[in-house]
């Protein structure tokens, strides 16, 4: 066995007369007698690079200059093609959850001359590296870069190779209690606020959750539930909120009471396609928590159920498969956080500016080309996070949202920061890292109370952003006492 993993490691390692595997561990270098600077001399980057050396400055072309857009087009393709491979051969992974390290030299014609790989924090066994490596390898030789470049390019990654079971986190505390046994033997079950039933591979809801006169919160997540029962609304009169978190509960098995003291609902990872109306019956809900289902629309019917509920201010539609929003979505107009995280969205429909008590708007991890104008009407956003989206500029009405403090505009495709973010006079935490600006936002210089700005991972800096030519605005930003991170 030993010897027959050894072959497929030398195989691999191009230590016997196959054909070289483009896929190697970086310790592997000096044996294979390859340089890394050499290569990096070879391959340029993605796109234009500042280089400062001996105190000038050169601007080094990248293979995509002036074709960002197609770059990154390509590049997200490819990431949602790597994590859907990996996810369908999670069994040869030799463990989960691995912090993985890649260096990429891609050819002209998409094909890997290297891919120089390392995991970090983890051991692993010469048997699970050689299954680490026969994976990769079927991926990268099956999976070209999908764009020709005139002489190739460069690029690193980093990401977590599959998820880690997840340990049970065990609730304690005054009123807590964490096991169906604790809770069935308890001569006190007066003194009980709190069932923390999580993770306990339930495939109903055990009859003793019923006995407790003072519950306020019974969290069911990580479970096997079929069914969300009408009783655990019409039975317990004291329950405030409710988590059913990554069950596997569908459309047809959401029974709910009509109600006025529930306030959150965590519906999250189930097997919904569709809002339940029955939901509507919890006629004072606060927060409802929807993400992690497949729901693929909403509808103006959908709307009408959540605005019977007059009360709800967070609304979660995290990665529900969502490409488009109703016009409809303006009547909810008590909803302060809207969070619609990992959908398909290119656009929001414009009625969205008259959400008028909108504080918080998370519409990061979609395909966003722009924003609209009418998000300037939202004169309470605190907080816009629209990072990982494919945007390049904002709409100069940007300047009345006059509450604005934080705004994650990061992985996108501005080559410049807009200059309405110098009249931004509320901002304190501002993120355009991971773009690809070319100049430095002299703008912010005029933000005096900005306390965090994120610029890392562009090509002004090059290397070393204090020996770039924009130290001196770095270093007059932190005797501003702005925290600047590059």
């Not at 691999?12 to 070289?20: C, H, I, K, N, R």
């Not at 655990?232 to 109600?259: E, G, H, M, Q, Y």
């Not at 600006?437 to 002299?442: N, Q, R």
Request: aromatic share 8%.
């Amino acid at each position: 066995m030993l010897k027959g993993l050894l072959f497929v490691y030398l195989m691999l390692t191009g230590l016997v007369g196959y054909a070289q595997s483009p896929v190697v561990f970086l310790r592997d270098t000096t044996r294979l007698g390859v340089s890394l600077a050499s290569l990096e001399r070879s391959f340029p980057p993605p796109y234009d690079k500042l280089i400062v050396q001996a105190g000038k400055s050169s601007q080094l072309k990248g293979a995509f200059s002036g074709r960002t857009k197609l770059y990154f087009d390509s590049l997200n393709a490819q990431h949602q093609q790597f994590f859907t491979f990996i996810e369908r051969n999670k069994k040869r992974l030799p463990a989960l959850g691995l912090l993985f390290q890649t260096q990429e030299f891609i050819r002209a014609d998409g094909s890997y001359e290297w891919v120089f790989c390392q995991v970090d924090g983890q051991s692993l066994t010469s048997e699970q590296e050689s299954k680490l490596l026969a994976l990769l390898t079927e991926w990268y030789t099956q999976h070209p870069f999908p764009i020709k470049t005139e002489n190739g390019f460069r690029r690193s990654t980093m990401t977590t190779l599959g998820q880690p079971p997840q340990k049970r986190t065990v609730r304690r505390g005054p009123g807590i209690i964490s096991t169906v046994e604790a809770a069935e033997k308890t001569l006190r079950p007066d003194t009980v606020t709190m069932l923390a039933f999580n993770h306990l591979e339930l495939s109903s809801v055990p009859e003793v959750v019923y006995r407790f006169p003072k519950l306020e919160e019974l969290d069911l997540s990580r479970n096997n539930l079929h069914e969300l029962p009408a009783r655990l609304t019409a039975d317990i009169p004291t329950l405030k909120r409710l988590s059913v978190l990554f069950n596997v509960i569908p459309n047809d098995s959401v029974f709910i009471t009509r109600n006025k003291h529930i306030r959150s609902l965590n519906i999250q990872g189930n097997k919904l396609t569709k809002i339940p109306e029955s939901i509507r019956q919890n006629r004072r809900l606060e927060s409802l928590w929807l993400g992690y289902n497949k729901l693929t629309t909403i509808t103006d019917a959908d709307v009408k159920t959540l605005r019977r509920m007059r009360k709800l201010s967070d609304l979660n539609l995290y990665s529900v498969g969502l490409s488009q929003l109703p016009t409809s979505i303006g009547r909810l107009k008590r909803v302060k956080v809207l969070d619609l995280y990992y959908n398909k969205f290119i656009e929001l429909p414009p009625q969205i500016g008259k959400m008028k008590r909108l504080e918080q708007l998370a519409v990061a991890h979609n395909e966003l080309r722009n924003l609209p104008v009418t998000l300037t009407k939202l004169r309470h956003l605190q907080v816009l996070y629209a990072h990982h989206n494919h945007l390049s500029q904002l709409p100069d009405e940007f300047s009345r949202l006059h509450s604005l403090r934080i705004l994650d505009l990061s992985y996108n495709w501005y080559v410049s920061v807009p200059a309405v973010i110098g009249t931004l006079s509320s901002l304190q935490e501002l993120s355009f890292n991971n773009n690809n600006l070319h100049e430095f936002p002299s703008m912010l210089l005029s933000l005096k109370g900005l306390k965090k700005v994120f610029l890392g991972s562009n090509p002004l800096f090059g290397q070393e952003a204090m020996k770039s030519p924009y130290a001196p605005q770095i270093k007059q930003l932190e005797a501003n006492n702005t925290d600047v991170s590059y």
